[in-house]
């Protein structure tokens, strides 16, 4: 069993940077693969930004140059660094993990990029 929390979402402006954390309840190095997915209003959830346990990084298109993933080991956390947020990043966003052929997801966190 893998245990996702997520922290970090909130109010940003347009232009706008925020920082989302997701805490692992085993060691991130043990997992395939982490990532990050988000779910606007009406559309489905769509992958963000994940890596593999050997440091493989993607990213969606769409966030290529303004998002970067990153881990802490020795936090077992995983980070999402938005920088140059635009509203059509408003989403709640997941932290996902495979991990020993399961899928585990976190609870969400909601990100606003408004005016």
């Known amino acids: 069993q893998v245990q996702l929390v997520e922290s970090g979402g909130g109010l940003v402006q347009p232009g706008g940077s925020l920082r989302l954390s997701c805490a692992a309840s085993v060691s991130i190095l043990s997992i395939n693969t982490m990532n990050w997915y988000r779910q606007a209003p009406g559309k489905q959830r769509e992958l963000v930004a994940g890596v593999t346990s050997i440091g493989i990084i993607n990213y969606v298109d769409g966030v290529k140059g303004r998002f970067t993933i990153s881990r802490d080991s020795a936090k077992n956390t995983v980070y999402l660094q938005m920088n140059s947020l635009k509203p059509e990043d408003t989403a709640v966003y997941y932290c996902?993990?495979?991990?020993?052929?399961?899928?585990?997801w976190g609870q969400g966190t909601q990100v606003t990029v408004s005016s």
């Open positions: 996902n993990a495979w991990h020993m052929s399961r899928s585990y």
